[in-house]
């Protein structure tokens, strides 16, 4: 079965700092992978998605992610922080190759706090 | 523009009550899905359906219910039998051929106990 692994709970970074939020995965096959973001109170926002190809992938907000296979890694990076990037994050997984039965898989989320 | 729409913002139920939560989604997708998040916990599958009148158990489908008699439409009732019904419900869609890949969400329904 596929899981997802978010090691910290918690993130503080101060606004203009580097931040990246840790993710693996645990799947036998090619995956799919995810980051998503939460606002408190709201829904998941997609910010990028890696299905195959350059293992850098760009998203939305100047968020980027690295494929890392020997690692079983997906970790999500933004160089620069604001304010407004305080949320809760979530990375998935999914299978490649949908044999009817297959899900998306959530790890159980970062929270991130932007201190000035 | 288009979306998930997903009423009401706040739900309260009380001891033996059956309570349903509506989800409305106007992109024109295939499949859609029930979760349910806790504090800690991310997000669990609940329910999901990949066509209208078809609809399959996620991995915490014990004391809810579904029903997909329209593409558009996916509402969700918490009976009675869930015993501990508090926590933050989602509801996505995705385009079935897009199974299992990037998932559009509402804004939640935030469902407590009186």
């Known amino acids: 079965a596929q899981s997802v692994t978010q090691p910290d709970i918690h993130i503080t970074v101060s606004e203009g700092a580097s931040l990246e939020l840790r993710c693996n995965y645990s799947y036998g096959a090619t995956p799919y992978l995810f980051w998503y973001v939460q606002s408190p109170g709201q829904g998941l926002q997609l910010l990028l998605k890696y299905f195959s190809g350059d293992t850098l992938v760009q998203g939305i907000k100047g968020f980027e992610a690295e494929f890392k296979r020997s690692q079983s890694s997906f970790n999500l990076r933004k160089p620069s922080v604001h304010w407004s990037d305080a949320a809760e994050y979530f990375c998935?997984?999914?299978?490649?190759?949908?044999?009817?039965?297959?899900?998306?898989?959530f790890g159980t989320g970062t929270r991130l706090t932007i201190i000035p | 523009d288009g979306g998930i729409t997903q009423s009401p913002k706040y739900l309260f139920r009380k001891e033996g009550q059956n309570v349903t939560l509506s989800c409305e989604q106007n992109l024109n997708h295939d499949a859609m899905y029930w979760y349910r998040q806790d504090p800690g916990q991310g997000l669990r599958l609940i329910y999901y359906?990949?066509?209208?009148?078809?609809?399959q158990k996620g991995d915490i489908a014990e004391g809810y219910s579904v029903s997909r008699e329209k593409k558009e439409s996916f509402p969700l009732t918490v009976t009675s039998a869930q015993k501990n019904p508090t926590a933050f419900y989602l509801c996505?869609?995705?385009?079935?051929?897009?199974?299992?890949?990037?998932?559009?969400f509402g804004d939640g329904t935030r469902l407590s106990i009186l």
């Open positions: 359906s990949q066509i209208v009148n078809d609809f």
């Open positions: 998935a997984v999914g299978a490649a190759h949908n044999f009817g039965n297959e899900k998306l898989t």
């Open positions: 996505a869609s995705a385009m079935d051929r897009e199974l299992n890949q990037p998932q559009h």
